[in-house]
């Protein structure tokens, strides 16, 4: 009986999805590197995937590892990148110099004064550009802001990276013989 429950516990899932949450976190803040996410958050997902696989390696040889497992540290790796990363990210933006502050607020400038001439309702510029003005200068609603939509996309992509992980790795039950 015991010997039955050792095997059907599963290993813990905290260091595989650490490694995974790390790897995210990695090809979403470092330069260059980030740019792998511009072919479908394939850093996100490959992230996903490396903690599956290192998840796979802790299971004994007679359990069976299911798609579900690797979903699983995907998305709570997914989770915990999309807090490292907004935190960095708002740490970073937190931090820039001045000129980059200034070019960015003429940027918005600019597209405001082109969404005015093309006819937008001015009631709508105002609003959003008091919305990013907040932002700006409120970091915390700016962590927010940015966490919540981290969430979204690592939860997301992580889940999926996560699924394929799964699928990569999952090992077939053993046929029973009739």
Do not use: H
């Amino acid at each position: 009986m015991t010997q039955e429950y050792f095997i059907d516990q599963k290993p813990s899932k905290l260091v595989p999805v650490l490694i995974g949450a790390g790897a995210m976190t990695a090809t979403a803040v470092i330069p260059l590197v980030n740019a792998i996410n511009c072919l479908c958050c394939a850093g996100i997902m490959g992230g996903a995937v490396l903690g599956v696989w290192f998840y796979k390696k802790s299971f004994p040889e007679e359990m069976t590892f299911r798609v579900g497992d690797g979903a699983i540290v995907g998305t709570f790796s997914g989770m915990i990148a999309a807090v490292l990363t907004s935190i960095i990210e708002t740490l970073t933006m937190g931090f820039s110099d001045e000129m980059m502050t200034a070019q960015l607020e003429t940027q918005l400038e600019q597209a405001f004064d082109q969404a005015a001439q093309q006819g937008s309702d001015p009631a709508a510029i105002e609003a959003v550009q008091q919305f990013i003005t907040s932002l700006m200068t409120n970091p915390i609603m700016l962590f927010v802001v940015v966490l919540l939509a981290s969430l979204f996309v690592f939860t997301g992509f992580g889940a999926l990276g996560g699924v394929i992980g799964g699928n990569i790795f999952k090992t077939k039950a053993p046929v029973q013989p009739q």
